[in-house]
C-alpha cells in the first residue's frame, strides 16, 4: 500500500534534485535537524522532536529521480521506500512522490500521508521562494503534529 | 486502492459535521460552486473551473461518519467512495478521510491525493478560523491546480 503525491514547482529539475539529494537541501524543506552521508549508499539521518527516520540513498539520477529506503525509524516505515521522480511538463518540475511498501493501512498511514502531502508543499516554496518550513517550523496538522 | 489522510481540528465533532454535511459548510472549504440535495439518498454537486463531481450521499451518522459515493465525474472518480469519520481525542476532532477504490495508481491518483490534503487543511482552517479556502481560491499545487 502506498502513499502518493503530485506536486509541481516552477524550477528546472536540477534545482529540484538539488533540494532532494543534499543535507542542505533537506534540511530546508523537510527537517532542520538533517544530516549523515548524501552519497548513493549513504545514509540519511532525519530527525524531528519525537524521533526521525534513518534513509539509505539507492538510487540518484540527476534531475530524475531519488529513491531510498527506510532503514530505521518508527516499525511501520522500516522496510519501505520512498521515491521522488522528476519530470519537466509546462515550465514546471513535477513531482511525483511515492512512499510505497506500507504493509496495513493504520492511522499512521493516514497522518503520514496528509503530512507528507504538507512536506512536499514546503519544498515547493523553498525551491520557488528561497524559504521552506522544515520541521521544527513545519505547519502542524493535528494532536500528532 | 486508496488515498488516506487524517487532520485534527480543535472542534467539536458537531461543528466539523456541519462543514462537512451541509451546502453551506462544504461551499466554505472545497468549492464554493456547491448545491444539491444534502440528504442520505441526495446529490451533492461540486463544480471547479475544469469541471466536478456529483456525490450520492450515502451514509451520515452525525458528528461520527460521513459516506459518498461518487456517481458522476472524472471517469476514474466514478464508483468510488469519500468517506470521512470521526473521532474525538485530546480536544481535537480527528477526521479520518479516505477515497477509495481507485482502480489505478494513475499520476491523477496522486495529484488529488495531494490536494484532498490541501482541503482537509481548508476545512480545519474554515472550523477552526470561520474562513476556509474552497476553489477558486484554493492554494495552486502544479500545473494542474
Redesign the interface.
Known sequence: ?????????TSSPEEVGAALTTIDGLSRWWTEDTDGDEAVGGVLRFRFLPGGFDMKVLDIQPGKLVRWEVVDGPEEWIGTHVQFELEQ????T?V???HEGWRE?V?F???C??KW??Y??SL?ELVETGTGRPAPND?Q????H
Open positions: 500500500m502506498d502513499i502518493l503525491h503530485r506536486v509541481g514547482i511538463v509546462d515550465g514546471y513535477i511525483l512522490f511515492r493501512q492511522e498511514m493516514s497522518h500521508s496528509t502531502a504538507i512536499l508543499m515547493k505547519v496538522i493535528s494532536n500528532w
